[in-house]
């Protein structure tokens, strides 16, 4: 089900509503209390704080292996060269390390420009 309004804007909602009830002390529609809004809107503000957690928390773990995928990348990189160097860039060796052999590397071509 889509959320069409904010947690945010619930809660204000709902604190506008418990003053309305604050007001008028005794005061119920059907099984809705003062006390029982009052519970429902510190859970909302409790499960929004934990969501608000986790989100940085998250944030944090991606930033990590972002950063630690970034430096893996580059060993592999240097490693690959290194074996070329090492193989050459046409050898088997190199092309099992993920590169493309200069045999099978496809030659350039010059654009034409268009007059």
Known sequence: ???TKTIDSII????????????NKGFT???????QLQADID?????????SNLRTELTAAI???NGTAKAL????VRARSGIG???GLNSSQYEQAGGTREEDRKPRTKKVKKQ
């Open 1 to 3: 089900m889509a959320r």
């Open 12 to 23: 204000a909602e709902a604190l506008q509503i418990k003053r309305v009830f604050a007001d």
């Open 29 to 35: 529609v059907g099984d809705i209390t003062e006390a």
């Open 43 to 51: 859970e909302l503000l409790a499960k929004r704080d934990k969501a």
């Open 63 to 65: 930033n990590d292996a």
């Open 73 to 76: 990348n580059q060993k592999t």
């Open 85 to 87: 160097a090492a193989f």
